[in-house]
């Protein structure tokens, strides 16, 4: 795929004993393209995500962004691509001693030279930009709901103007309609912003809502990928297993 945004290719997760969890795993993300990684519990997901943010260094195969290989790359180089992407993390991991406004500000304090208002500004801004109200800033973590949470964490995760947004289960223990907004909110933000989307998810109304391409993890590679139309009809069983549940045929017929 010539320009993609993310390539994985050959990839080789193993643990300490001698476990691998993926083996030849490989997929590509191309621009403005929202991407969800679908599998089992133990497929590897979450290890996924984590080496291609740079948190985990893989056993074997190539991982590039934005063209750059990741695989041996030094901290210079790795500081640079990590301010072209967010990362929205299940539970939201922000600071709980700050404000939301004080956690959307804190990656342009730690990366950019801005001057303290200018930074203050920038904040509201994304917070805005996701859709929480003004007074949201001034609150802590602690005070608000599932789904003001998660927004929070996308207003941190947009504070860098990034090209790329990574989302760990966004809609992970949210009620349906606060999942239905925040699904609204990630394709706003591809089609206003230009973003590439690369998300882990299990929810499926969700992902009939959101996703242009889903990538299945499984039997330590990739089982099949592609729109959700076309893994309905795939011919392994543990695909099409997955995706004939019950959850998801609602938004199935709406879409």
Same mark, same amino acid.
């Given at each position: 795929?010539?320009?993609?945004? $993310? %390539?994985?290719?050959?990839?080789?997760? +193993?643990?300490?004993?001698?476990? +691998?969890?993926?083996?030849?795993?490989?997929?590509?993300?191309? @621009?403005? &393209?929202?991407?969800?990684?679908?599998?089992?519990?133990?497929?590897?997901?979450?290890?996924?995500?984590?080496?291609?943010?740079?948190?985990?260094?893989?056993?074997?195969?190539?991982?590039?962004?934005?063209? %750059?290989?990741?695989?041996?790359?030094? &901290?210079?180089?790795?500081?640079?691509?990590?301010?072209?992407?967010?990362?929205?993390?299940?539970?939201?991991?922000?600071?709980?001693?700050?404000?939301?406004?004080?956690?959307?500000?804190?990656?342009?304090?730690?990366?950019?030279?801005?001057?303290?208002?200018?930074?203050?500004?920038?904040?509201?801004?994304? $917070?805005?930009?996701?859709?929480?109200?003004?007074?949201?800033?001034?609150?802590?973590?602690?005070?608000?709901?599932?789904?003001?949470?998660?927004?929070?964490?996308?207003?941190?995760?947009?504070?860098?103007? @990034?090209?790329?947004?990574?989302?760990?289960?966004?809609?992970?223990?949210?009620?349906?309609?606060?999942?239905?907004?925040?699904?609204?909110?990630?394709?706003?933000?591809?089609?206003?912003?230009?973003?590439?989307?690369?998300?882990?998810?299990?929810?499926?109304?969700?992902?009939?809502?959101?996703?242009?391409?889903?990538?299945?993890?499984? %039997?330590?590679?990739?089982?099949?990928?592609? @729109? $959700? @139309?076309?893994?309905?009809?795939?011919?392994?069983?543990?695909?099409?297993?997955?995706?004939?549940?019950?959850?998801?045929?609602?938004?199935?017929?709406?879409?």
């Amino acid at each position: 795929m010539a320009g993609a945004v $993310i %390539e994985v290719r050959d990839l080789k997760s +193993c643990f300490d004993g001698g476990y +691998c969890v993926h083996d030849t795993v490989s997929f590509q993300v191309a @621009p403005r &393209e929202v991407v969800a990684v679908v599998g089992g519990s133990g497929t590897g997901k979450t290890v996924l995500l984590r080496e291609v943010i740079m948190l985990r260094e893989p056993q074997g195969g190539s991982i590039r962004l934005f063209g %750059e290989e990741l695989v041996g790359i030094g &901290e210079r180089a790795a500081d640079r691509l990590r301010n072209r992407f967010g990362v929205m993390f299940q539970q939201g991991a922000l600071f709980g001693s700050l404000t939301v406004a004080q956690n959307v500000a804190t990656p342009l304090k730690e990366h950019t030279d801005l001057p303290a208002d200018l930074i203050e500004e920038i904040a509201r801004t994304k $917070i805005a930009l996701v859709g929480l109200p003004p007074d949201a800033g001034n609150k802590f973590p602690r005070q608000l709901s599932g789904g003001m949470l998660k927004r929070a964490a996308v207003a941190r995760a947009l504070a860098l103007d @990034p090209d790329l947004l990574f989302l760990d289960e966004p809609t992970a223990g949210l009620d349906p309609l606060s999942a239905e907004g925040l699904d609204r909110l990630i394709l706003q933000l591809r089609d206003s912003l230009g973003l590439t989307v690369m998300m882990i998810s299990h929810d499926l109304d969700s992902l009939w809502r959101v996703a242009d391409r889903v990538v299945f993890l499984g %039997e330590k590679r990739v089982l099949a990928e592609g @729109p $959700i @139309p076309q893994l309905t009809e795939s011919s392994h069983p543990l695909v099409r297993d997955y995706f004939s549940r019950l959850r998801g045929r609602e938004a199935k017929e709406s879409a």
